[in-house]
């Protein structure tokens, strides 16, 4: 698993979480951290440092989700 970032223009505009089908049927619930930047673009934007997959038996649904999001 992995964190992929899009850019454009020369702007990081996405982070999101890369993982395979297999890791959601298998039924894994994972949360790892995300490697930052040495940099960051001056502005104050929110960034996740940590990303989590699992799945919710309560209401019978997968999560994914970019959490603790830190402000730069």
Do not use: C, W
């Amino acid at each position: 698993m992995a964190a992929g970032v899009g850019t454009f223009d020369g702007h990081v505009t996405f982070l999101e979480p890369i993982f395979t089908k297999a890791l959601l049927v298998l039924g894994f619930s994972i949360e790892q951290p995300i490697r930052q930047p040495a940099a960051y673009e001056a502005g104050g934007n929110y960034y996740p440092t940590t990303y989590a997959i699992g799945r919710d038996a309560t209401i019978q649904e997968y999560v994914i989700a970019l959490k603790n999001m830190v402000q730069r």
